[in-house]
């Protein structure tokens, strides 16, 4: 059984940096052969693609409106997801979901099986 966990969530201010960790509990899987990624779902909206990293860490891919302020990073040996968070604005207000999927990495939604409670993130101007 797959169970995911986020952590790191806050309140930060416009400007400001956050670090958000995704615990991965995958049973006797090999957790490189998960390929992970960050969403984020704010008030009122449809839950959006963040970031995305393949099983070995070694390939990521963001949506445009974090690229270059956000880094995603995986450590196999911790089993553990992370999300760089710098130079928030008050639009990256919302709660960050992570996911993991055995294969490649995707930036759809539906492709991702296995999914964390999400943690809030709120950035005030």
């Known amino acids: 059984q797959v169970q995911l966990a986020e952590s790191g969530g806050g309140v930060v201010q416009a400007g400001g940096s956050l670090r958000l960790s995704c615990a991965a509990s995958?049973?006797?899987?090999?957790?490189?052969?998960?390929?992970m990624a960050w969403f984020r779902q704010a008030p009122g909206q449809e839950r959006k693609f963040v970031a995305t990293t393949s099983g070995s860490g070694a390939y990521t891919d963001y949506s445009d409106s974090v690229k270059g302020r956000f880094t995603i990073s995986k450590d196999n040996g911790k089993k553990t997801l992370y999300l760089q968070m710098n130079s928030l604005k008050p639009d990256d207000t919302a709660v960050y979901y992570c996911?993991?999927?055995?294969?490649?990495?995707?930036?759809?939604?539906?492709?991702?099986?296995?999914w964390g409670q999400g943690t809030q993130v709120t950035v005030s101007a």
């Open positions: 995958v049973g006797t899987l090999a957790i490189s052969t998960f390929s």
């Open positions: 996911a993991a999927r055995r294969g490649i990495s995707d930036t759809g939604e539906s492709v991702y099986p296995y």
